[in-house]
Nanobody, 127 residues
């Protein structure tokens, strides 16, 4: 089992920055894939970013590319999402997730391919 706990959400003005953290405990995730998703009120949970722990390869949704950066610590215990240039449309609950499956880039943009989820952290961007 892997337990994931997100933190770092809050209220920020448009154009500002936040860094989300996702602390993992339990089963090691150093050879897994970690993703960030977000869900706005009344909408589906959407893919934001993914990072393969082995090799550090990353992939982003078009809506955040160039503004958000996913990274992780060397111990494999924490994954981060640095969010710059925040816009009102970034307002959502952000979830971190871990996948123990093997697939290509598109595979990891689907919520069904992740088997561990955090409880979420609220990000609100005021315009």
């Amino acid at each position: 089992q892997v337990q994931l706990v997100e933190s770092g959400g809050g209220l920020v003005q448009a154009g500002g920055s936040l860094r989300l953290s996702c602390a993992a405990s339990g089963r090691t995730i150093s050879n897994r894939v970690m993703g960030w998703f977000r869900q706005a009120p009344g909408k589906e949970r959407d893919f934001v970013a993914v990072r393969r722990w082995s090799g550090g390869v990353t992939y982003y949704s078009d809506s955040v590319k160039g503004r958000f950066t996913i990274s992780g610590d060397s111990a494999g215990n924490t994954v981060y999402l640095q969010m710059n240039g925040l816009k009102s449309e970034d307002t959502a609950v952000y979830y971190c997730a871990a996948s123990t499956s093997i697939g290509g880039t598109d595979y990891y943009t689907k919520t069904r391919n992740y088997n561990y989820w955090g409880q979420g952290t609220q990000v609100t961007v005021s315009s």
